[in-house]
């Protein structure tokens, strides 16, 4: 599977920002796509995460209520729709898929065989 994420860009805050990530190769409908994110100095942390097949989804603490996750099989893409968004949500963003991942492994990045190139999301105050 191959991933290519986009939509990245600078916003000020409060502002809204749509990412995509597409997938290519052997995609399936067992297929669980995430975003996850990474600041400067920081450690990479889990955004978001759908299932295909049942459209399952999981939100970070921190993004909740704040980014939705959605997918459109027909396209085999993924989106994350962020809104309301704050100075630290600055990050590269990273999109990662994987097989057969249960639902309380979706926060887990090791759950992830397949990542994306990351795509930057600068928030400004």
């Known amino acids: 599977v191959q991933l290519q994420a986009s939509g990245g860009g600078l916003v000020q805050a409060g502002g809204s920002l749509r990412l995509s990530c597409a997938a290519s190769?052997?995609?399936?409908?067992?297929?669980?796509m995430g975003w996850f994110r990474q600041a400067p100095g920081k450690e990479r942390e889990f955004v978001a995460a759908?299932?295909?097949?049942?459209?399952?989804?999981s939100y970070g603490e921190s993004v909740k209520g704040r980014f939705t996750i959605s997918r459109d099989s027909l396209k085999d893409t993924e989106y994350l729709q962020m809104r309301s968004l704050k100075p630290e949500d600055t990050a590269v963003y990273y999109c990662?898929?994987?097989?057969?991942?249960?639902?309380?492994?979706?926060?887990?990045?090791?759950?992830?065989?397949?990542w994306g190139q990351g795509t930057l999301v600068t928030v400004s105050s």
């Open positions: 190769g052997r995609t399936f409908s067992g297929l669980t």
């Open positions: 759908i299932r295909w097949r049942d459209r399952i989804t």
């Open positions: 990662a898929a994987s097989q057969g991942i249960i639902v309380s492994a979706m926060q887990n990045s090791m759950s992830y065989h397949y």
